[in-house]
């Protein structure tokens, strides 16, 4: 198929259009994996509407979040989930260290109780420090219309993107297709949550004044 592809000119669309028939999608297989594609990535963008991020929460805002996403969970499992989250960023700079910029609500931090928001926001800031983390916080009184569940884009070494939405029924993938209702209505949304929230520099003094 690359060999038609190369002999007839198409530029890649022959190849995508068989991906397209004969898996459903032009993503392979590995790209449809969302902690694979983030190990392959060299940018991830993230917008959460209403939580930190999940690459970038401490363990005890994680275990928040766990407590009452998954009420049905024993709590040793909730400290797997923990320790597994908590541990992937780090993983992530060790094997590719993408770029990372992230969007969440002013919210996410105020709605949870003093000594989860300090460390959070302790951590956030630690991990700005690297130079590789970039936050943008939405103050109160903006939202993030359109933005409905946890939104990822990410960029890959050979240039190609890719882009998961995280539902409650399990993470969605989203493929660059050329589609205006499909991954560039997505990138809309991302440039406009960019709109909304706040510089790092305004946003890193929101992050000091919440210790």
């Known amino acids: 198929m690359e060999t038609l ?13 068989w991906q397209r028939d004969t898996a459903g999608g032009t993503l392979p297989p590995w790209m449809q994996d969302l902690q694979r594609l983030q190990e392959e990535a060299t940018l991830i963008e993230s917008i959460s509407p209403g939580l930190v991020n ?18 049905l969970m024993t709590g040793e499992e909730i400290s797997r989930l923990v320790a597994a989250r908590c541990q992937r960023y780090d993983r992530l700079r060790r094997k590719n260290d993408p770029d990372v910029t992230a969007v969440f609500p002013q919210t ?4 949870v109780a003093e000594e989860i928001r300090v460390e959070q926001a302790e951590h ?6 690297g130079g590789k983390v970039r936050v ?12 409905i569940a946890p939104l990822f884009m990410v960029r890959l070494f050979d240039g190609s993107r890719a ?3 995280d539902m409650n029924t399990g993470i969605v993938m989203h493929e660059d297709d050329g589609e205006p209702n499909g991954f560039e209505r997505l990138s809309e949304l991302v440039k406009r949550a960019m709109g909304a929230a706040l510089p790092v ?9 919440m210790i």
């Open 136 to 147: 943008h916080i939405v103050p109160e009184g903006s939202l993030l219309v359109g933005v």
């Open 201 to 209: 520099d305004q946003s890193v003094r929101m992050l000091k004044e």
């Open 108 to 111: 996410a931090l105020t709605c």
């Open 124 to 129: 956030l800031l630690s991990l700005l420090e």
């Open 54 to 71: 999940g690459l970038l929460q401490s363990e005890s805002y994680a275990r928040f979040v766990f407590r009452h996403g998954q009420p």
């Open 163 to 165: 882009a998961s939405s």
């Open 5 to 17: 592809d190369r002999v007839l000119g198409a530029e890649g669309r022959l190849i995508q259009t």
